[in-house]
Nanobody, 126 residues
Framework: QVQLVESGGGLVQAGGSLRLSCTASASGRTFSNSHMGWFRQAPGKEREFVAAISASGSTTRYADSVKDRFTISRDNAKNTVFLQMNSLKPEDTAVYYC?????????????????WGQGTQVTVSS
């Protein structure tokens, strides 16, 4: 069973920064063999893709809405994936979830992620 625990959310003013962390504890398939992703869900909206990173960390993908502002990274020695969020906007307000992919290729599709964290709230005030 895989457990993913997010942290680092909070309240920040527009233009500010936050760094989210997601630490995995797992048996079986190791963290370093798994692609990881961040998703978010704003109030009244469907959950959407934010960023993904390959198992090695060599490849990343971003939603257009966060490109050039957010950076996904990982530390396989610590079983942790990060999301550095800069130049935050009120529309970035959401619950942010990390997830582990079960796919061979790096994907942005939620259905390809089979383990999810409980989420961490990010609120950006104007």
């Amino acid at each position: 069973q895989v457990q993913l625990v997010e942290s680092g959310g909070g309240l920040v003013q527009a233009g500010g920064s936050l760094r989210l962390s997601c630490t995995a504890s797992a048996s079986g398939r190791t963290f370093s063999n798994s692609h990881m992703g961040w998703f978010r869900q704003a109030p009244g909206k469907e959950r959407e893709f934010v960023a993904a990173i390959s198992a090695s960390g060599s490849t990343t993908r971003y939603a257009d809405s966060v490109k050039d502002r957010f950076t996904i990274s990982r530390d396989n020695a610590k079983n942790t994936v990060f999301l550095q969020m800069n130049s935050l906007k009120p529309e970035d307000t959401a619950v942010y979830y990390c997830a582990r992919s079960q796919s061979v290729g790096l994907t942005t599709t939620q259905g390809h992620y089979n383990y999810w964290g409980q989420g961490t709230q990010v609120t950006v005030s104007s």
